[in-house]
């Protein structure tokens, strides 16, 4: 009777994702893998469904070929930037309001007073120390 073989099924796991990431990693623009540029997906997602459809769409109601496909094309180059555009600006938009939340809440934490009444009750005794400002 032959012995048993032992499977290491975390290394087999480790290989097989260092063998997908390579295989990831082989198409780049500009150096960087597409899905890590931020809007990328969505964008020519929805470029490609909408000069295909727009491109369909002129193609049946005009029966010209040629003209249909540059339609296709202008109609997903449009889409294309108009949603890279639009997604990176909410996206900035966003980052902006993050911080300015955590600005504003950083400022009510410096200011928060206890008054007498409040002093000696456990449960609305809040320690706040401030920022070091030594270096």
Not at 43 to 64: D, K, P, V
């Amino acid at each position: 009777m032959a012995a048993p073989v032992e499977l290491d099924v975390e290394q087999a796991i480790l290989d097989y994702e260092e063998a997908r990431d390579a295989k990831r990693s082989a198409w780049k623009i500009m150096g960087r893998r597409p899905v890590e540029i931020p809007c990328f997906r969505d964008s020519f997602m929805y470029g490609i469904l909408g000069g295909l459809g727009i491109g369909l769409g002129f193609s049946l109601a005009t029966s010209r070929v040629g003209r249909a496909c540059d339609v296709a094309v202008a109609s997903f180059s449009g889409i294309t930037i108009t949603n890279w555009c639009y997604c990176r600006y909410e996206k900035a938009r966003h980052a902006l309001e993050l911080a300015r939340f955590k600005y504003e809440i950083n400022a009510e934490v410096m200011n928060v007073k206890t008054t007498d009444s409040q002093i000696g009750d456990p449960d609305t005794d809040v320690i706040i120390y401030p920022k070091s400002t030594a270096k």
